[in-house]
């Protein structure tokens, strides 16, 4: 156990590699040829950092690699004035140090020799296999002769494409992205911003979702000082002018209180980088002096992090609201931590970071950290052996990938791809969801009930009428939060589709694309009353020659009857009667609060049962979702039950909920409950019950 504290103001090293000279490297390089028994000095270090982490490699491929990629690039020159082999050389030592298995590291060295030179891939297959072609062609740009202004574009689409079939794809375009960026500064200064803005809208995001955090901070503050400068320069001079670190008694205190309590653990002082320390700056207003930096314990095993949080949250002040356990929840990029904060002395308030050594190497160097996750069965790119759903299995594909790869299978124009692709790589939070059936749903933080139907069903989801969440209906513009369960509800009218509404509501590009491509397809007129399609005909009022009564006996003779509005009793109703003005008798249902009012203005109430009659006159309300042909579909379906409409009323809609009341003519009042069973299978219909209030008419 030790306790490290840094100045934030020095820039952080890896241990025991300093920053290798790459014009001395490429002077090695051509120097001509070496012994067969063995490695190039210019690969020297490539093989020292390999074999710290796998000292079991072979080294030979990377021997046969590098003299392929020395002799096809030798002549050429980069702009910064290094002889060229000098860039895959730097590319594969960042790999290599971030633990990079030997397949990535060979790959590394040869990525640009079929961009570059006369090297083809069947060459790289038949000398490498066609585990390292794969990678190789994945990285390979398409020619902007062929492609012009949607070359980058269509070269990023074919990465990802390769991405899902083989991460390390990814991994070496970011090493590579990584370098050209370290060594950007010989370009023009237009050239330079287009390339950062590029990085920090497609590459970083990306270098995030896979976990490689090391080429993540640099790429950061690499794009952070290219494009806005003066803010780069303010905030390297906040670092340069701090004072002594206060973080350094707190993780001295850390650490006894660990020692102590018999926990074997390594504190270590993590200076912010400076992009992070902007960040929390243009958040905070004013830094603090342990702004500048955070605490990170290290442990061996998982429980020993919880033991480490407790006595944390024992000897210190914790701060609760900055306390989140990405351990036994971890990220949608495999991170895991413990975060916390605690009052140091002094009341310096200190981030601490828990996790273990393993938990470490994957938070630093994410999917390369993995190695080769396809050893196991042996597969490589798109020739892997597949499992029965169809998927490589692949334990370093996430379920962002996997959309992403959908949704660009909708996206062929290359504007509408990069436009997406940036959006959807500008959402930086995942949360799960639960389908009904067990399953799970990966959605951007935001996600809609929209969202969560594409994502379920594809195109399928044009029918969707409404949602449940958590056991409750929703409208389909609810947000979704981590851990609910929705269940979209379809409707079984093949001709039903989404309103431009839904575009409003959409996060994900799998949902705004469908969408968008269903309105472009299905061109429609200004919509009807219930907000989708005009659905046809308003029913007309159908004549009233079944009897108002419907057999109500009063106790008084002669006296005229009539069955009230507001609750419409039907047999076999419980109800009362009260006289009104001219002697009529109204009956109402004796729950109805008519009644109730009736009642208590001292009206006396009047006996009533039903006779023979069985006719009878009701009004229902319907309750539904907004969706084309609704309207039509419920008179339809109260056509088909035998009543007639004598009028209805359909209300503006709200947050896509719609009302419908008909007051009906029943042949039978015995079918009433027939009727409401009926009108509730309508899709989008979730409820209908007997109206309570006046109907008005059409």
């Not at 597969?379 to 892997?384: D, I, M, T, V, W």
Request: hydrophobic share 40%; charged share 25%; with cysteine.
């Amino acid at each position: 156990m030790s306790a490290e504290a840094a100045n934030p103001g020095t820039p952080i090293r890896r241990r025991g590699r300093p920053r290798i000279d790459l014009r001395r490297l490429g002077r090695v390089a051509l120097l001509g040829s070496v012994p067969r028994d063995r490695l190039p000095d210019a690969i020297g270090h490539v093989a020292e950092a390999h074999r710290a982490h796998h000292p079991d490699a072979d080294l030979s491929i990377l021997h046969r690699a590098y003299l392929l990629a020395e002799s096809s690039h030798r002549g050429q020159m980069r702009k910064s004035g290094e002889p060229y082999i000098t860039h895959p050389l730097a590319v594969t030592l960042i790999l290599a140090e971030l633990g990079a298995e030997t397949t990535t590291l060979t790959a590394s060295l040869l990525h640009d020799t079929v961009e570059d030179t006369e090297v083809t891939l069947d060459q790289v297959r038949e000398q490498f296999g066609k585990e390292v072609c794969y990678l190789v062609d994945g990285v390979t740009k398409l020619e902007k002769v062929d492609y012009g202004a949607a070359a980058e574009p269509e070269t990023f689409r074919k990465m990802l494409v390769a991405t899902g079939d083989d991460v390390r794809v990814m991994s070496i375009k970011l090493a590579d992205r990584l370098h050209n960026m370290r060594t950007l500064g010989v370009m023009r200064p237009e050239k330079q911003a287009r390339i950062a803005r590029v990085t920090r809208d497609v590459l970083i995001p990306l270098a995030e979702r896979l976990g490689v955090q090391v080429l993540k901070t640099e790429l950061e503050d690499l794009v952070f000082a290219i494009l806005h400068p003066e803010e780069y320069e303010r905030t390297r001079a906040l670092i340069a002018a701090a004072g002594p670190d206060p973080l350094a008694p707190i993780a001295e205190n850390v650490a006894a209180v660990l020692r102590e309590a018999g926990i074997p653990a390594e504190v270590l002082i993590r200076p912010r980088h400076h992009f992070s320390v902007h960040r929390v700056r243009t958040k905070r207003g004013e830094l603090r002096g342990t702004d500048f930096g955070r605490l990170l314990v290290l442990v061996g095993e998982d429980a020993d992090c919880y033991a480490v949080l407790g006595e944390l949250h024992t000897c210190f002040t914790p701060v609760i609201s900055e306390f989140k356990d990405f351990v036994a929840a971890p990220k949608f990029n495999l991170y895991q931590s413990l975060h916390t904060a605690v009052v140091g002395p002094e009341g310096a308030v200190a981030e601490v970071l828990v996790r273990t050594h393993r938990m470490h190497k994957v938070a630093e160097a994410g999917v390369i950290a993995l190695g080769n996750p396809y050893a196991a069965d042996g597969g490589f790119g798109p020739q892997a052996a597949e499992p029965a759903d169809g998927e490589r299995a692949d334990p370093t594909r996430p379920g962002w990938l996997s959309r992403l790869l959908q949704w660009q299978q909708s996206a062929p124009d290359p504007d509408t791809f990069w436009t997406t692709l940036r959006a959807d790589l500008a959402q930086d939070r995942e949360i799960t969801v639960f389908r009904t059936d067990g399953g799970t749903l990966g959605l951007p933080a935001g996600a809609s009930c929209v969202d969560a139907a594409y994502a379920q069903y594809g195109d399928r989801a044009h029918n969707c009428v409404g949602a449940r969440v958590n056991g409750r209906l929703a409208t389909l513009g609810t947000m979704l939060s981590d851990g609910d369960t929705v269940q979209p509800l379809l409707a079984e009218d093949a001709g039903s589709g989404p309103s431009r509404a839904w575009l409003d509501h959409a996060r994900t590009p799998a949902a705004r694309i469908a969408i968008a491509g269903w309105l472009e397809a299905h061109p429609e007129p200004p919509q009807g009353p219930h907000g989708g399609r005009p659905s046809g005909p308003r029913p007309e009022p159908q004549p009233q020659g079944t009897p108002a009564t419907a057999g109500a006996v009063v106790d008084r003779p002669d006296a005229t009857v009539r069955l009230a509005g507001c609750c419409t009793p039907v047999p076999p109703d419980d109800v009362t009667g009260f006289v009104v003005r001219g002697g009529t008798v109204t009956v109402h249902r004796r729950e109805c609060p008519g009644a109730a009012r009736m009642r208590s203005t001292g009206r006396t109430s009047v006996g009533v049962r039903w006779g023979e009659a069985a006719a009878c006159r009701v009004t229902l309300v319907a309750e539904s979702f907004g969706r084309p042909r609704l309207l039509a579909d419920l008179t339809e379906a109260i056509a088909t039950a035998g009543a007639a409409v004598v009028s209805a009323t359909v209300e503006p809609p709200s947050e896509q909920r719609v009302r419908h009341t008909y007051t009906l003519e029943l042949p039978d009042a015995a079918g009433l409950p027939a009727l409401m069973r009926a009108m509730r299978d309508v899709a989008g219909v979730y409820d209908v019950s007997r109206a309570r209030h006046p109907a008005g008419a059409v």
